[in-house]
């Protein structure tokens, strides 16, 4: 298996969001980090979508919760969004056909050589320098 992964922040939505087949999957993987099976990056961006997902579907005081434990997953590497990243996701913007927040996430992976890309996001398919791993390959 590979051993470097970006995780998308759908993952994480999905794993407290969702509790059936596609929620299950997404746990496996956190699982995955938990016990070191995988290296795993996000983005500090993450943050925000995981929180405004959950808040939308589960109210902002079960966001909290999730949020904290979100925040304590020890052996998962955060990348920081700086200047640097922006700058470079507007170089990937012109590029790809991407959304924003993709090119931020692409361009975090990228700043780190993290090249397999764990998400259900089929836009990241298109981009010849990673390899995306839907979220059932781990399942």
């Not at 996000?42 to 929180?51: M, W």
């Not at 990937?92 to 050589?113: F, G, T, V, W, Y």
Request: hydrophobic share 40%; net charge negative.
């Amino acid at each position: 298996m590979e051993k470097s992964f970006y995780i998308d922040a759908n993952i994480f939505i999905f794993a407290y969001g969702n509790d059936e087949g596609l929620g299950n999957d997404c746990r496996k993987i956190i699982d995955l980090i938990l016990k070191n099976e995988i290296i795993a990056f996000t983005s500090t961006l993450t943050f925000d979508e995981f929180f405004y997902q959950i808040k939308k579907l589960k109210g902002k005081e079960n966001a909290l919760i999730a949020a904290s434990l979100f925040l304590n997953i020890g052996s998962l590497n955060f990348i920081g969004v700086d200047v640097n990243i922006i700058n470079h996701s507007l170089s990937l913007l012109k590029e790809n056909n991407l959304d924003p927040r993709d090119a931020i996430h692409l361009s975090c992976a990228l700043s780190k050589n993290v090249n397999n890309f764990i998400t259900n996001d089929k836009d990241f398919d298109k981009i010849k320098e990673i390899k995306r791993f839907d979220i059932n390959h781990f399942g």
